[in-house]
């Protein structure tokens, strides 16, 4: 293993062998070299931080399509912040009160199969999710789990916004959502924290209606971790940050940059709102600025290959092991990168897919693999965060394990 990582053994930490993508808990992505190094930069002098977000607004404005953007310390982060803009909008009250919403209308309506752990971020905001529809997709009837006619029933006096989750499986099409929520006046909050590549993600969903998306700013963007992304409308985008700043001062003397926050438009200062937790300083906001830079002129297909590459180099790597059979996802239009599934058969590996990925996770180096499909069997090896040269002893790992 090459010795990059001597800062972990100092800290006597173990590093991890990253074969399951950017996942947060074994930290993310790697982030760019070049915004490490903006970021160190960054760290030498002073800088307004509402400058740098009105920098990084016109940059995800234009990468995205919408009016205008905003960073916090990560997309949930940003949903929150969502949340919040949808509920309080330019109301100075509704600000300070929040998360309390009482008189405020707070539902933000979700289709049921959208739920995940992370909507915990849009309550934290002080929203109630409705969610709306059922699962019935997997009875067999041919029957969906939710109808577009569902969603515009739930949305009412109390509505705030329109959850969506953006992932291969969801249903409705956004588009078919965001004619419901606009036909009742609300917006559409899309998380698409995961959903980078393609590049042309960045734009799809604002183009499909939505009214603020969330990206991660630490998975394939390789920013800093501890960023997101908020693009969406002007409004949203002003209320986001009269509630994420540190705003509160001499009205007199304050001149926050026009673009962002409006003091006339929101009739007075706001103190520091719901969002004040979930602050990026000046370096943050300096490296992800410079990466998603480098995102968007990063040669996609180029990158598409050395994965596929890399997938086939693993699949052909475990050729030797007896009861596994392994197969490259990613002929799809809708996959972030190819994997190798890995399925083993207990019987014949003489190890199961749990065992497997467990073992290796308590390795040192950690050696983490991909485990969505471990009650099925399976697991899986994803090629964006490895070398080939730790690729290639992700692989040595996993046969130890196996029979031959
Ligand atoms: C990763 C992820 C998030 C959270 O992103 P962070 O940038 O880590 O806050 C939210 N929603 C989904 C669907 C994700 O995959």
Not at 165 to 179: F, I, N, R, S
Request: hydrophobic share 45%; glycine share 8%.
């Amino acid at each position: 293993m090459p010795d990059h990582a001597a800062i972990y053994d100092e800290l006597d930490v173990p590093t991890v062998v990253n074969a399951a993508g950017t996942k947060t808990r074994i930290g993310g992505s790697l982030i760019r070299p070049e915004a490490a190094d903006a970021m160190r930069a960054a760290a030498d002098s002073f800088a307004r931080i509402s400058d740098l977000q009105s920098r990084a607004s016109d940059l995800i404005a234009d990468a995205t399509g919408a009016e205008a953007g905003y960073v916090a310390s990560g997309a949930a982060a940003t949903m929150t912040l969502a949340a919040a803009a949808a509920i309080a909008g330019d109301d100075l009250g509704a600000m300070a009160r929040l998360p309390d919403t009482e008189g405020l209308a707070d539902e933000i309506v979700m289709p049921r199969t959208h739920r995940t752990g992370y909507d915990h971020a849009l309550r934290a905001a002080g929203a109630t999710v409705v969610d709306v529809g059922t699962n019935d997709r997997h009875l067999g009837t041919g029957s969906r789990n939710v109808e577009p006619w569902e969603i515009a029933d739930a949305v009412g006096e109390e509505t705030a916004a329109v959850g969506y989750v953006q992932k291969e499986y969801t249903e409705p099409p956004l588009a078919t959502v965001a004619d419901v929520a606009h036909d009742h006046d609300v917006p559409v909050i899309v998380d698409a924290a995961a959903e980078l590549p393609p590049v042309s993600n960045l734009e799809r969903f604002i183009e499909a209606g939505a009214d603020m998306v969330v990206f991660s700013g630490g998975k394939a963007v390789r920013g800093p971790q501890s960023t997101g992304i908020l693009a969406g409308r002007e409004e949203y985008v002003r209320s986001a940050a009269a509630q994420h700043l540190d705003m509160h001062a001499h009205e007199d003397a304050y001149v926050p940059p026009e673009d962002l926050v409006d003091v006339d438009d929101l009739g007075g200062v706001p103190r520091q709102g719901i969002g004040r937790g979930l602050k990026v300083g000046k370096e943050e906001l300096v490296g992800i600025i410079r990466a998603l830079e480098l995102f968007l002129e990063e040669d996609q297909a180029a990158k598409q290959e050395e994965w596929t590459a890399r997938a086939m180099r693993v699949a052909e790597g475990l050729d030797s092991a007896s009861g596994v059979i392994t197969e490259i996802t990613g002929d799809d239009a809708v996959s972030v990168a190819p994997e190798v599934i890995v399925a083993v058969d207990p019987d014949e590996a003489g190890i199961t897919a749990t065992e497997l990925a467990r073992e290796l996770r308590q390795e040192r180096p950690r050696v983490f693999v991909g485990a969505d499909g471990i009650d099925a069997g399976r697991v899986a090896v994803n090629p964006m965060c490895l070398t080939d040269e730790e690729a290639d002893y992700a692989v040595e790992r996993m046969l130890s394990y196996l029979d031959e």
